[in-house]
């Protein structure tokens, strides 16, 4: 059965840098666009990023972009997400997700999900 399974997360103080690693397993990873949201206490979940199937292109949450950087290696059926400068407000749970086509932003159109990983930025 299809799996996404996150790790990485953890307390970081602000200004700090963490990766977060995505691994999929079940699905042909290849075959789909990536990406990782991300869900704040009493806010809804939101997009932070995208990658291609191919990994040649990618898509950022406009307040993020220049911070956050994802990528994805299909040999490791892997995607990552390098997150720097963290602010307080990057404090959320983050999950990746697969999407069958294009290279959306809308959680609609991402059909798998992992179970999130937490990410707090406090010191």
């Known amino acids: 059965q299809v799996q996404l399974v996150e790790s990485g997360g953890g307390l970081v103080q602000p200004g700090g840098s963490l990766r977060l690693s995505c691994v999929a397993s079940?699905?042909?990873?290849?075959?789909?666009?990536m990406g990782w949201f991300r869900q704040a206490p009493g806010k809804e979940r939101e997009f932070v990023a995208a990658?291609?199937?191919?990994?040649?292109?990618?898509r950022y949450a406009g307040s993020l972009k220049g911070r956050f950087s994802i990528s994805r290696d299909n040999a490791e059926n892997t995607v990552y997400l390098q997150m720097n400068s963290l602010k307080s407000e990057d404090t959320a749970v983050y999950y990746c997700?697969?999407?069958?086509?294009?290279?959306?932003?809308?959680?609609?159109?991402?059909?798998?999900w992992g179970q999130g990983t937490q990410v707090t930025v406090s010191t």
């Open positions: 990658i291609s199937r191919s990994g040649s292109t990618t």
């Open positions: 079940g699905f042909t990873f290849s075959d789909y666009a």
């Open positions: 997700a697969a999407a069958p086509a294009g290279l959306p932003r809308s959680s609609t159109n991402f059909d798998s």
